[in-house]
């Protein structure tokens, strides 16, 4: 679904350098998500953003940091990058829906290397 | 805690048999379930929700509050099937998602 874009894809760093991925919708939602991908480890939510200044830790946020610059724009930082932050990154967007949980959209992905 | 616990990391099928895929949840309060698909180079996407009560691909899943499970079904695998599943749960009213492990289903020919 090319209405989350996810940039770079592909990024090698080295340890302690400052790293920003940037996720960009179409779709309007008002809500997006942080998520890093490790093998045998699913998926685990690093921030989420319900609007532009609603933003919450999730279940792996130390390490890292967001911005949400726009309804349509969620930023994340590795204020200083280490190696087991080497993972594939996805983020996400959902829409409100009533009282239930709403279709989350994917990204492509960034995988992140860092040496 | 709530946690969604999906055992097999690969479960390997020959085309036309069934298939099950375990998903076990940990909540207290009434959950939503859900079964993600990635399929090849393809995005993460929603396959079905337990609220839905829907097939969808030949795909169901049924809620078992008794069990604490959502296991994915189909009767009859597909080559096509073959992606990475995972099962997720997710809070009441929240949106966010509590993800399993994931797990690969390879369907041979």
């Known amino acids: 679904d090319a209405d989350v874009t996810q940039t770079p894809r592909n990024r090698i760093t080295k340890t302690g350098k400052r790293i920003m991925l940037e996720c960009s919708q179409t779709?309007?939602?008002?809500?997006m998500y942080w998520y890093r991908q490790d093998p045998g480890l699913g998926l685990r939510l690093i921030y989420y953003?319900?609007?532009?200044?609603?933003?919450n830790k999730g279940e792996i946020s130390d390490g890292y940091s967001v911005s949400r610059q726009a309804q349509a724009k969620f930023s994340l930082s590795l204020e200083s990058a280490i190696p087991n932050q080497t993972a594939l990154y996805f983020c996400?967007?959902?829409?409100?829906?009533?009282?239930?949980?709403?279709?989350?959209?994917f990204g492509p992905g960034t995988r992140l290397t860092v040496l | 805690a709530q946690r969604v616990t999906q055992p097999e990391k690969l479960l390997s099928v020959f085309k036309g048999a069934p298939v099950e895929l375990k998903c076990n949840y940990s909540?207290?309060?009434?959950?939503?379930l859900f079964w993600y698909v990635q399929y090849s180079r393809q995005r993460l996407q929603l396959l079905l929700r337990?609220?839905s009560r829907e097939s969808i691909k030949g795909f169901t899943a049924d809620l078992n509050k008794g069990e604490t499970s959502f296991h994915l079904k189909k009767p009859f695998a597909q080559e096509e099937d073959s992606a990475m599943y995972y099962c997720?749960?997710?809070?009441?009213?929240?949106?966010?998602?509590?993800f399993g492990q994931g797990t690969t289903l390879q369907v041979k020919p």
């Open positions: 996400a967007t959902s829409d409100r829906w009533g009282s239930y949980t709403d279709t989350q959209y």
């Open positions: 779709k309007g939602h008002d809500r």
């Open positions: 953003s319900f609007d532009v200044k609603d933003i």
């Open positions: 909540y207290s309060g009434s959950p939503e």
């Open positions: 337990h609220i």
């Open positions: 997720a749960l997710s809070s009441s009213n929240t949106g966010k998602l509590i």
